[in-house]
């Protein structure tokens, strides 16, 4: 079967200063996610992943949207026609991309330029820190058009809003503002459109000079203490912290440890050792 779009890339990204900035890039079609976005979004977080000239992921949008979800042609139309293997196969890529990112080795902002629909609650909720623009629109507009938020995004509106708005963002099938979204727990902040970038470069160079795999140990461990009870959770961070000693942890702690104690050179309270 042809591609529909066999000339599109789907995905571009630009590596500046240790930052990846890495694009949605249909714009066009509003960055919905096609199964051929799907796999090479996959690609290239894989491709960037283990750069040593990464330090940080940023996910943004070209165009005016960040992503307006699933593409409702070519995920859903055109792979339904094709029975339940093809269904499965896609729903594997773009669920598969979304599990990456949650567990990414690196820490990821998601930078929301615009329309983030649907099936974007997937890579919103895999980004550790997400910055929406002022007037981006966040929705569940999956009961506008017949069906139930599903590939995790009713679970991201429960996980991260408040019960009560959660279940009337599913519901009623109404756009939240960015500052909607900030004050219900979907995003980390929110800014003006002009100041988005700016601000977002500016998370990246505090993220940038933190030691690597104490970051990565924080971010897996904040991930996974979420089903967890206190004991469990107390226990898990007993051992990440001694696996992150595997992993120069020890090394980090003991420089950062002296720099304060002998050198008088930093205050953890006040700044980030230099690693
Ligand atoms: N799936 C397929 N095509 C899409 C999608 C999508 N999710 N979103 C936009 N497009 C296409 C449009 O069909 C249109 O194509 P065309 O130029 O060939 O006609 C093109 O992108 C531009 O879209 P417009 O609607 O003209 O753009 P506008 O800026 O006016 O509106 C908006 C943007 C509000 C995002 C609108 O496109 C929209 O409602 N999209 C669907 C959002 C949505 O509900 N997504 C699914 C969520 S549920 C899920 O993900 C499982």
């Known amino acids: 079967k042809p591609d529909p779009r066999p000339q599109e890339e789907t995905v571009k990204y630009e590596v500046i200063d240790d930052v990846a900035w890495v694009y949605f890039n249909r714009p066009d079609k509003r960055n919905c996610m096609s199964p051929k976005l799907n796999r090479q979004m996959k690609i290239v977080l894989e491709e960037l992943e283990f750069r040593d000239d990464v330090k940080?992921?940023?996910l943004t949008g070209e165009g005016t949207a960040w992503t307006a979800g699933m593409d409702l042609l070519e995920y859903f139309?055109?792979?339904?026609?094709?029975g339940l293997g093809a269904i499965r196969k896609s729903q594997r890529e773009s669920y598969g991309w979304f599990e990456r990112l949650r567990w990414y080795e690196k820490p990821t902002v998601a930078m929301i330029n615009g329309w983030c629909f649907g099936g974007g609650y997937g890579p919103l909720f895999g980004c550790d820190i997400a910055v929406?623009?002022?007037?981006?629109?966040?929705?569940l507009s999956e009961i506008n058009w017949g069906i139930l938020p599903g590939g995790g995004a009713?679970?991201?509106a429960q996980e991260l809003m408040p019960f009560r708005k959660a279940m009337y963002h599913a519901m009623m099938g109404e756009n939240l503002t960015g500052k909607q979204a900030e004050e219900q727990g979907l995003v980390t902040e929110c800014v003006p459109a002009d100041k988005l970038k700016e601000?977002?470069?500016?998370?990246?160079?505090?993220?940038?000079?933190?030691e690597t795999h104490?970051?990565?140990?924080?971010?897996?461990?904040?991930r996974r203490m979420v089903d967890m009870t206190y004991d469990n959770g107390l226990d898990y961070q007993i051992r990440a912290q001694e696996a992150l000693h595997s992993f120069g942890g020890k090394e980090a702690r003991t420089e950062a440890t002296s720099q304060f104690l002998d050198k008088k050179e930093f205050k953890p309270g006040l700044g980030t050792f230099d690693t």
């Open 56 to 58: 940080v992921l940023v």
């Open 77 to 82: 139309r055109m792979t339904e026609a094709e």
């Open 154 to 156: 009713s679970k991201v």
């Open 199 to 210: 601000r977002v470069q500016e998370i990246c160079d505090v993220l940038k000079k933190k």
């Open 214 to 222: 104490a970051l990565r140990a924080t971010k897996w461990t904040m």
């Open 132 to 139: 929406a623009s002022e007037d981006a629109q966040f929705g």
